[in-house]
């Protein structure tokens, strides 16, 4: 996309994107002030010594507000040496930090961070905070000629839309719950029921929904005028795109790909997906939480959704559009593409681990020419290790759930109930510790019978 | 004869106007009791009677309310009410005993017929007799002839138990007269059977037939005569244009192969590797620098010689045949490939010592 255009000539198509987008950032925060100040919400944070003026909370975005103004014309001036930008040293350490495994764990300390403190984090001003401070980050990171590559690419733009939507959904509904939960201590209805005017379809909710309509439409036509869509070479079937990625909202599957077999990955996992989604209603017990947002009621169903959806489907978006490079590599934000870049990921099976490596011998083969049941047999007794494993996951492991951690949710449920539950639940799990496995072992996999195309 | 018979329409209408015309003076007594229920569709009169007896009572209403000039829409509805308020009783009581006559009775249907004539005798009227007849239509509009009957006969049987009286038949017209069967020959019959089935089975045979044909021309059309696909078989150069060590990329975008001469478990040998990845059917990339083949889609890598070693490929790339052609050529048949798991490689055909 930038190919062919010299430093300068970059930085200035940059500069005609970031003086808006400044601007932009300006008017928001000017917006929130003038609602601070004229709605009175917000507080007073201190008091200026010698003047006395009060540092409201409105005049703390007026103040954010000015400062992205000055920012405005200093991005806008397509000058390296004036434009806001990452320093080196940051970004150099973000290109450190993301790894595999520091993205992944560092993703879910996140999260569980967020989760345990989010009393904290879901305050207006904290959240505005940390909005301004994503906005923010991405303005900075957009004069890295890499990052810009990956980000302004228009295949990627739903992507960073994602994002910014989902944190700010996320905050909505953690908002809510969190008050809801407050209200609910102290014995009070949640929000959502003293709002509960009915409104008439017609006019109402008809005009809401056709103006809903007209802006959408209005914003889609925008944004294919403004970002076509990226015509490529003819498909060849004997050339394949290096990097091949999938359509953003596949990224989470061409992960997951990458760690199991295709059946596995591609058929198998995806279909659990969308029959564990469906037997949620008869799965769940707790009558709690309906129509209302609420954490402390139903801090299980919450927990598992949201690492499933935020931790195994988003992160996984956001890894694939940002860290997945050529030779599906990993790559940092800020790092070139490299085509060549070496990464030695030399992976093992567990047979092999277990029989060349603790037993010190080779594995178990069949005699050349001997009869089929020979040879299964042989296989069976190569992948014996993984087989069992693998079945002392999934048999063994509801059981001690039910009597050790789930003991409370094995009495409710049932029998039935609790197996379904336990397996999709330990199939989820099965996706991060195949993973870490991968990342921190090699391990390729854990049953790998290639013969019969029967790999886990 | 004709009583035990079903009546019909016809007849149902007849016994229902003589019943009227016998009960006619008992019908007023009952509509002075309940003003609303003007139940007699052939007096207009006292309909006519039924209709100024509403009429003191809407404004009676009013009354009540003082100081509205004009009733509120509520107040008409109030004052309709009112005037209705009789009505289901007399309405209720003779519902039950008009289900003998009508073969669907409807308990408000003896108002339906009374409703129009009592629009016809009195023109001019206030909102709330309007409303008030407007209500007792229970089903306003046309009504079909099945309903005015047996609001008709309804209508009767406000005044008193019907008696079914059946009129006597009348004597059938010549016409209606059942003609005696005319004496159809059998073989006619038979032959317009012979000729109808006969043509009715030539045509399932035909449609049969064709279907037959389709199916066959279907079956035929997945196997075309002419195959827009690059020969299985085909010739890529003399032994010594591929020398030892090197992974030949000239065919990869024609033939989907790469000709590789390289050691295999210790034995120099020149063979073909097909170039698609054994984990979801990428094309992957040879890369000279890192001697390796390198899939772009989810990172497998494998050896020169085709061992997967990187990445979630389960098994190496796959060979295909190749020989030495009698005009000292190598020869590629893509027809048959060799698996490593499966131990082909050992096959001669999969490859060519050097």
């Given at each position: 996309m930038t190919h062919g255009l010299t430093d300068a000539q970059f930085l200035n198509k940059v500069a005609s994107f970031l003086g808006p987008y400044y601007i932009v950032l300006a008017v928001m925060n000017g917006l929130a002030a003038l609602y601070l100040w004229r709605t009175g919400l917000g507080r007073t944070w201190l008091r200026l010594p010698l003047v006395g003026i009060p540092v409201t909370s409105a005049f703390l975005c007026l103040a954010l507000g000015v400062f992205y103004a000055m920012l405005a014309p200093a991005a806008a001036s397509g000058n390296g040496a004036w434009m806001p930008s990452m320093p080196e040293a940051w970004r150099e350490a973000i290109n450190r930090g993301t790894g595999p495994v520091i993205y992944s764990v560092g993703t879910v300390a996140l999260l569980a961070v967020l989760f345990a403190f989010r009393r904290f984090f879901v305050q207006p001003a904290v959240a505005w905070i940390i909005w301004n401070a994503m906005l923010l980050f991405l303005g900075l990171s957009m004069t890295d000629r890499d990052f810009y590559e990956i980000v302004a690419k228009p295949d990627n733009v739903p992507i960073v839309m994602l994002v910014l939507l989902l944190a700010f959904f996320t905050w909505v509904a953690t908002y809510r719950a969190v008050i809801n939960d407050e209200r609910a201590a102290r014995g009070e209805p949640p929000l959502e029921s003293l709002d509960n005017d009915k409104v008439l379809v017609w006019p109402d909710l008809v005009y809401i929904e056709l103006i809903c309509m007209i802006g959408l439409t209005a914003f889609l036509i925008f944004w294919a005028i403004a970002l076509p869509a990226p015509l490529e070479e003819p498909a060849s079937s004997v050339k394949t795109p290096n990097p091949s990625k999938a359509p953003w909202y596949?990224?989470?599957?061409?992960?997951?790909?990458?760690?199991?077999?295709?059946?596995?990955?591609?058929?198998?996992?995806?279909?659990?997906?969308?029959?564990?989604?469906?037997?949620?209603?008869?799965?769940?017990?707790?009558?709690?939480?309906?129509?209302?947002?609420?954490?402390?009621?139903?801090?299980?169903?919450?927990?598992?959704?949201?690492?499933?959806?935020?931790?195994?489907?988003?992160?996984?978006?956001?890894l694939g559009t940002l860290l997945r490079g050529p030779n599906w590599n990993f790559f940092g934000p800020y790092e070139y593409w490299d085509a060549h870049k070496v990464e030695a990921l030399n992976n093992v099976n567990l047979s092999q681990y277990f029989w060349q490596g603790l037993l010190g011998r080779s594995l178990p083969t069949a005699p050349s020419g001997s009869s089929f049941g020979t040879q299964l047999s042989y296989i069976l007794l190569r992948e014996a290790p993984g087989i069992l494993l693998t079945l002392g996951y999934f048999i063994a492991l509801p059981p001690i759930m039910a009597i050790t951690v789930f003991r409370r949710y094995f009495q409710r449920m049932g029998l039935i109930r609790f197996m379904l539950m336990a397996n999709l639940l330990l199939f989820m799990a099965s996706l991060p510790i195949k993973m870490v496995l991968r990342w921190v072992f090699n391990l390729k996999y854990i049953i790998a019978i290639p013969e019969y195309f029967l790999n886990f | 004869?004709?009583?035990?018979?079903?009546?019909?329409?016809?007849?149902?209408?007849?016994?229902?106007?003589?019943?009227?015309?016998?009960?006619?003076?008992?019908?007023?007594?009952?509509?002075?009791?309940?003003?609303?229920?003007?139940?007699?569709?052939?007096?207009?009169?006292?309909?006519?009677?039924?209709?100024?007896?509403?009429?003191?009572?809407?404004?009676?209403?009013?009354?009540?309310?003082?100081?509205?000039?004009?009733?509120?829409?509520?107040?008409?509805?109030?004052?309709?009410?009112?005037?209705?308020?009789?009505?289901?009783?007399?309405?209720?009581?003779?519902?039950?005993?008009?289900?003998?006559?009508?073969?669907?009775?409807?308990?408000?249907?003896?108002?339906?017929?009374?409703?129009?004539?009592?629009?016809?005798?009195?023109?001019?009227?206030?909102?709330?007799?309007?409303?008030?007849?407007?209500?007792?239509?229970?089903?306003?509009?046309?009504?079909?002839?099945?309903?005015?009957?047996?609001?008709?006969?309804?209508?009767?049987?406000?005044?008193?138990?019907?008696?079914?009286?059946?009129?006597?038949?009348?004597?059938?017209?010549?016409?209606?007269?059942?003609?005696?069967?005319?004496?159809?020959?059998?073989?006619?019959?038979?032959?317009?059977?012979?000729?109808?089935?006969?043509?009715?089975?030539?045509?399932?045979?035909?449609?049969?037939?064709?279907?037959?044909?389709?199916?066959?021309?279907?079956?035929?059309?997945?196997?075309?005569?002419?195959?827009?696909?690059?020969?299985?078989?085909?010739?890529?150069?003399?032994?010594?244009?591929?020398?030892?060590?090197?992974?030949?990329?000239?065919?990869?975008?024609?033939?989907?192969?790469?000709?590789?001469?390289?050691?295999?478990?210790?034995?120099?040998?020149?063979?073909?590797?097909?170039?698609?990845?054994?984990?979801?059917?990428?094309?992957?990339?040879?890369?000279?620098?890192?001697?390796?083949?390198?899939?772009?889609?989810?990172?497998?890598?494998?050896?020169?010689?085709?061992?997967?070693?990187?990445?979630?490929?389960?098994?190496?790339?796959?060979?295909?045949?190749?020989?030495?052609?009698?005009?000292?050529?190598?020869?590629?048949?893509?027809?048959?490939?060799?698996?490593e798991e499966m131990g082909a490689w050992e096959d001669p055909a999969s490859f060519i010592p050097v």
């Amino acid at each position: 996309m930038t190919h062919g255009l010299t430093d300068a000539q970059f930085l200035n198509k940059v500069a005609s994107f970031l003086g808006p987008y400044y601007i932009v950032l300006a008017v928001m925060n000017g917006l929130a002030a003038l609602y601070l100040w004229r709605t009175g919400l917000g507080r007073t944070w201190l008091r200026l010594p010698l003047v006395g003026i009060p540092v409201t909370s409105a005049f703390l975005c007026l103040a954010l507000g000015v400062f992205y103004a000055m920012l405005a014309p200093a991005a806008a001036s397509g000058n390296g040496a004036w434009m806001p930008s990452m320093p080196e040293a940051w970004r150099e350490a973000i290109n450190r930090g993301t790894g595999p495994v520091i993205y992944s764990v560092g993703t879910v300390a996140l999260l569980a961070v967020l989760f345990a403190f989010r009393r904290f984090f879901v305050q207006p001003a904290v959240a505005w905070i940390i909005w301004n401070a994503m906005l923010l980050f991405l303005g900075l990171s957009m004069t890295d000629r890499d990052f810009y590559e990956i980000v302004a690419k228009p295949d990627n733009v739903p992507i960073v839309m994602l994002v910014l939507l989902l944190a700010f959904f996320t905050w909505v509904a953690t908002y809510r719950a969190v008050i809801n939960d407050e209200r609910a201590a102290r014995g009070e209805p949640p929000l959502e029921s003293l709002d509960n005017d009915k409104v008439l379809v017609w006019p109402d909710l008809v005009y809401i929904e056709l103006i809903c309509m007209i802006g959408l439409t209005a914003f889609l036509i925008f944004w294919a005028i403004a970002l076509p869509a990226p015509l490529e070479e003819p498909a060849s079937s004997v050339k394949t795109p290096n990097p091949s990625k999938a359509p953003w909202y596949f990224l989470g599957l061409q992960e997951m790909l990458v760690y199991f077999d295709p059946w596995m990955a591609g058929v198998v996992l995806p279909s659990l997906i969308v029959v564990g989604l469906m037997a949620i209603p008869y799965i769940d017990f707790n009558k709690a939480g309906n129509g209302y947002y609420t954490i402390n009621q139903r801090k299980f169903a919450y927990l598992v959704f949201q690492f499933g959806f935020l931790e195994m489907w988003i992160t996984l978006i956001v890894l694939g559009t940002l860290l997945r490079g050529p030779n599906w590599n990993f790559f940092g934000p800020y790092e070139y593409w490299d085509a060549h870049k070496v990464e030695a990921l030399n992976n093992v099976n567990l047979s092999q681990y277990f029989w060349q490596g603790l037993l010190g011998r080779s594995l178990p083969t069949a005699p050349s020419g001997s009869s089929f049941g020979t040879q299964l047999s042989y296989i069976l007794l190569r992948e014996a290790p993984g087989i069992l494993l693998t079945l002392g996951y999934f048999i063994a492991l509801p059981p001690i759930m039910a009597i050790t951690v789930f003991r409370r949710y094995f009495q409710r449920m049932g029998l039935i109930r609790f197996m379904l539950m336990a397996n999709l639940l330990l199939f989820m799990a099965s996706l991060p510790i195949k993973m870490v496995l991968r990342w921190v072992f090699n391990l390729k996999y854990i049953i790998a019978i290639p013969e019969y195309f029967l790999n886990f | 004869m004709a009583d035990k018979k079903k009546m019909s329409v016809a007849e149902m209408l007849a016994a229902a106007r003589r019943a009227d015309s016998k009960q006619g003076g008992l019908g007023d007594s009952a509509t002075d009791g309940n003003a609303d229920a003007p139940a007699e569709p052939s007096v207009p009169a006292a309909a006519a009677e039924a209709a100024p007896a509403k009429r003191p009572a809407a404004p009676a209403k009013p009354a009540v309310k003082p100081g509205g000039a004009r009733p509120s829409v509520a107040d008409m509805l109030a004052m309709a009410r009112a005037g209705k308020a009789a009505a289901p009783a007399a309405e209720a009581a003779p519902a039950a005993p008009a289900e003998k006559p009508a073969p669907k009775p409807k308990p408000a249907a003896a108002v339906k017929s009374a409703a129009p004539a009592v629009a016809e005798a009195a023109p001019a009227r206030d909102t709330a007799s309007i409303l008030a007849a407007a209500r007792k239509k229970d089903k306003p509009g046309p009504i079909s002839k099945a309903e005015a009957a047996a609001a008709s006969t309804s209508a009767t049987a406000v005044l008193e138990k019907p008696k079914v009286v059946a009129p006597p038949m009348p004597t059938k017209p010549a016409y209606a007269k059942p003609k005696p069967a005319p004496a159809v020959k059998a073989a006619p019959v038979e032959a317009r059977r012979d000729f109808f089935g006969s043509a009715m089975a030539a045509g399932f045979w035909l449609l049969g037939g064709v279907s037959a044909l389709w199916t066959l021309l279907t079956v035929k059309f997945m196997f075309p005569n002419v195959l827009r696909e690059p020969p299985s078989k085909f010739k890529v150069g003399f032994p010594d244009a591929f020398p030892a060590g090197q992974v030949q990329e000239k065919f990869k975008a024609q033939y989907g192969i790469w000709v590789v001469n390289t050691e295999y478990n210790g034995q120099p040998q020149i063979f073909a590797l097909k170039s698609v990845c054994t984990h979801l059917g990428c094309t992957p990339n040879w890369l000279e620098a890192e001697q390796k083949y390198k899939c772009p889609c989810h990172g497998s890598g494998f050896y020169k010689d085709g061992i997967n070693f990187e990445g979630p490929a389960p098994r190496p790339l796959e060979r295909y045949a190749i020989r030495i052609a009698d005009d000292g050529q190598i020869e590629v048949d893509k027809s048959r490939t060799f698996q490593e798991e499966m131990g082909a490689w050992e096959d001669p055909a999969s490859f060519i010592p050097v």
